[in-house]
């Protein structure tokens, strides 16, 4: 099992930038992807960004592409979600998410999940 936590999260103007950090503690020496997630009040959560476990290969949603970056430092167990130009739009909790095998858009395919960090981004 790998046990995440989310850290990073507050409150931000329109156009700043956050970084979020995931940390994972547990079965970490066994190749496992990682991704970030949202979820805004009263919507569904949503996929934000996912990285392989070499780092090689991202992928990110529409919404984010270009302003977002997720990186790994594998000998700390981190992994990182750089927001830019955030926009009110951003604001949700976010989630990282880790699965054992190559990386994933999909919600329900990811076996681990932190608590959720919250993100505000103010007009």
């Known amino acids: 099992q790998v046990q995440l936590v989310e850290s990073g999260g507050g409150l931000v103007q329109a156009g700043g930038s956050l970084r979020l950090s995931c940390a994972a503690s547990g079965r970490t020496s066994s190749a496992y992807a990682v991704g970030w997630f949202r979820q805004a009040p009263g919507k569904e959560r949503e996929f934000v960004a996912t990285?392989?476990?070499?780092?090689?290969?991202?992928d990110y949603a529409p919404s984010v592409k270009g302003r977002f970056t997720i990186s790994r430092d594998n000998a700390k167990n981190m992994v990182y979600l750089q927001m830019n130009s955030l926009k009110p739009e951003d604001t949700a909790v976010y989630y990282c998410?880790?699965?054992?095998?190559?990386?994933?858009?999909?919600?329900?395919?990811?076996?681990?999940w932190g608590q959720g960090t919250q993100v505000t981004v103010s007009p």
């Open positions: 998410a880790a699965r054992y095998t190559r990386l994933s858009v999909t919600i329900l395919t990811y076996d681990y």
């Open positions: 990285i392989n476990w070499s780092g090689s290969s991202t």
